[in-house]
C-alpha cells in the first residue's frame, strides 16, 4: 500500500477491524518513510450480472443507480441510511444468487419494490410511481392493488 502523503510503498498496518458485519475490514496504517497515519478499507468484490435495459440495451451493474432511487422514494421519512444499505446488501445477495449473467431491469425494479413494501408503505408507493409508467391515475391504482393481491398470494 502507498502512502498518500509521501508515496513510499512501506506501511506498517496497526489495526484491523471488521465492520459492514464481516464483508469489509478497516486497517490503521502508518508510513515507515513519513510516519504518517492513514486509513484504508478493504471490501469483497463480487461480479454483478450486466443489465438488460427496456430497450435492449446492456450496462453495467452500478449500486449508486439502485441507492439513488431508493433515497429519493425514502425522503423526508423515518428510514436510516442504515436500513437502506441493508436493502442494498439484500438485492445484491438477490442479484448474485440468481447466478445469471444478466437480468432484466424490470426484474431489480420489482426486487426493489417488494423491499420497499416492506420497508414503508409511502416509499413503496412513491418508486412504483416514477418506476412504472402510468397512462393516467386510474391505472396506477389498479396496479398497485394487483402488486398487492399478488404480494398477498406469494406470501401465503
Known amino acids: 500500500m502507498n502512502c498518500p502523503f509521501c508515496f513510499e510503498k512501506e506501511t506498517k498496518v496497526l489495526d484491523s477491524r471488521l465492520i459492514k458485519q464481516g464483508s469489509s475490514v478497516r486497517r490503521r496504517r502508518k508510513c515507515l518513510s ?19 435495459k427496456s430497450d435492449g440495451r446492456r450496462e453495467d451493474y452500478h449500486r449508486d443507480k439502485i441507492r439513488s432511487g431508493i433515497e429519493k422514494s425514502c425522503q423526508k421519512l423515518p428510514i436510516s441510511n442504515q436500513q437502506i444499505q441493508r436493502i442494498l446488501d439484500t ?20 426486487i426493489v419494490m417488494k423491499h420497499l413494501k416492506h420497508l414503508n ?36
Open 91 to 110: 438485492i445484491e445477495r438477490e442479484l448474485q444468487d440468481k447466478n445469471s449473467s444478466e437480468i432484466k431491469s424490470r426484474e431489480i425494479g420489482e
Open 121 to 156: 408503505a409511502t416509499a413503496y408507493v412513491r418508486f412504483a410511481s416514477v418506476y412504472k409508467t402510468f397512462k393516467d391515475i386510474d391505472q396506477f391504482f389498479e396496479d398497485l392493488k394487483m402488486d398487492d393481491q399478488a404480494w398477498q398470494q406469494k406470501e401465503s
Open 34 to 52: 513519513c510516519e504518517k497515519r492513514f486509513t484504508t478499507y478493504e471490501q469483497i468484490e463480487l461480479e454483478m450480472p450486466r443489465i438488460c
